[in-house]
């Protein structure tokens, strides 16, 4: 059929999806980390919680003190934990110890309002991943450090 003023006419071709299987990436299986956050205030664990959900990460539960948190990853088995250094029972290098103590443990990373340097060599002795500062805190933060050490 011809149309005054237009040339010709194309069709888009038809549509066809596939589907298509593959590994998914590293980056991909961080996302659907199940995470413990352990901080003694309620307001850094609820805009901690928003922002991890936002990127995809699963928050399981929340503690708000050493003992709590032992309690919750016992009973939820996180892949993740999130933990303040400064907690009011106990220190958060503490309960990162006790959490890291055999090969099936969760990945811990410390965070504080203060800088990582302040803390010297407690990180690392504790078994953590590593630390973030609460300013710096995002799911890309959390991916860096878990990929430098899986």
Request: hydrophobic share 45%.
């Amino acid at each position: 059929m011809r149309v005054p003023g237009v040339c010709g006419v194309r069709l888009p071709a038809p549509m066809v999806w596939l589907a298509v299987w593959r590994n998914a990436a590293p980056e991909a299986r961080l996302e659907l980390m199940k995470v413990l956050i352990v901080d003694d205030h309620p307001s850094f664990r609820a805009s901690a919680r928003r922002m991890l959900e936002s990127e995809g990460f699963e928050v399981v539960a929340e503690a708000g003190t050493g003992a709590e948190a032992l309690q919750a990853a016992d009973a939820w088995r996180p892949e993740l934990v999130l933990l303040d250094v400064q907690l009011p029972d106990v220190q958060g290098f503490d309960v990162a110890e006790r959490l890291c103590v055999n090969g099936s443990s969760p990945a811990v990373i410390l965070t504080s309002s203060r800088d990582g340097s302040d803390f010297g060599p407690l990180v690392e002795r504790s078994g953590a991943r590593g630390f973030v500062p609460k300013s710096d805190l995002s799911g890309e933060a959390l991916r860096r450090i878990l990929d430098d050490r899986t």
